[in-house]
């Protein structure tokens, strides 16, 4: 099945190793929708919502070439179903993926939505013509970075690590996941041929930047990047970036920034020519005496994983 990159099998056990699970709408031994879901425990509270570093789960369902009204409603029927088919809950949070836009039938059945932006180059067939697409001031850093560093593709995960905890270290934080996390997220990727990561270098050896992108045959992600705070001035973060959608030309047909609600990380993205793709953040909570503590913790745990590695 074609389910999208982070609701991939795979993905969710190197991401959340025996804490996945999915509720399925089977007909007559046809898959028509799936939900995929992690689950754990916090305040005693049983919690399904994102695992870290994963953009987008929510449901996916079977392709109908029918009529507008009659996809509507089996799009209700389905997603009804894998309502009904979830573990019981306290709390529910996913950011769906962009080919779901209709979430009606969540809001029926007492769920709530946000709309999320993330920022996507759609087609990388014209290299020149994403180039010309670029900020000016973005050009003028990817060219001054090219007379200060080289990018080279070969140095390993404990030298990326490096330049993202400095990152967080900047801000006052500590890596919000594990390193044997991305160890173990790091190692499956490379059993998928999916994942490649630039570093900017100088001549004296130090490293100024770095990202880390993964792909399907859909879409490029900028999953992480990282980068030495006293040697921002040089531009390599976005030359790391311009090598990265390059290099995702050869393998795939967009790239997707995975966006960020953080006004200036926003900005960044922008500026390399990408277009906003919105998405819906959609949750549930069946406890009302946990509601309002939820909120909070759920925007400070959304600028950790999407903001902190920028």
């Not at 969540?106 to 290299?127: N, P």
């Not at 007379?147 to 404990?158: A, M, N, Q, T």
């Not at 630039?198 to 900028?222: M, R, V």
């Not at 995975?258 to 998405?279: I, N, T």
Request: aromatic fraction near 14%.
């Amino acid at each position: 099945m074609n389910f999208p990159f982070f609701s991939q099998s795979w993905w969710l056990e190197a991401i959340a190793p025996g804490a996945w699970g999915e509720v399925l709408v089977e007909k007559g031994g046809t898959l028509y929708a799936r939900l995929p879901y992690v689950s754990r425990r916090k305040w005693g509270l049983r919690i399904l919502d994102m695992p870290p570093l994963t953009q987008t789960l929510g449901p996916w369902l079977r392709p109908h070439a029918g009529k507008y009204a009659s996809r509507l409603g089996e799009e209700k029927e389905l997603m009804t179903e894998l309502i009904e088919r979830l573990p019981p809950f306290d709390i529910f949070q996913q950011r769906f993926h962009p080919s779901i836009t209709n979430w009606l039938p969540f809001y029926w059945k007492g769920f709530e939505q946000t709309t999320r932006y993330s920022y996507v180059i759609e087609k990388l067939t014209d290299l020149d013509s994403i180039w010309e697409g670029l900020e000016k001031s973005v050009r003028t850093s990817i060219r001054k970075a090219e007379k200060e560093v080289i990018v080279r593709d070969d140095l390993g995960l404990d030298k990326f690590v490096g330049l993202e905890e400095m990152v967080f270290k900047r801000q006052g934080r500590a890596l919000p996941y594990s390193v044997e996390l991305l160890e173990r997220l790091d190692q499956a990727c490379l059993a998928h041929n999916c994942r490649r990561m630039f570093f900017a270098e100088d001549a004296h050896g130090s490293l100024h930047a770095a990202a880390y992108i993964i792909w399907d045959d859909q879409s490029a992600y900028y999953l992480m990047g990282g980068g030495d705070p006293e040697l921002r001035g040089s531009g390599a973060s976005s030359l790391c970036l311009w090598r990265a959608i390059k290099f995702a030309g050869s393998v795939t047909s967009s790239f997707d920034f995975e966006g960020s609600m953080l006004e200036d990380v926003e900005h960044f993205f922008r500026a390399f020519g990408a277009k906003q793709r919105p998405y819906f953040d959609v949750r549930k909570i069946n406890s009302t005496l946990v509601g309002a503590a939820f909120d909070l913790w759920l925007r400070t745990r959304h600028i950790y994983q999407r903001g902190g590695s920028r």
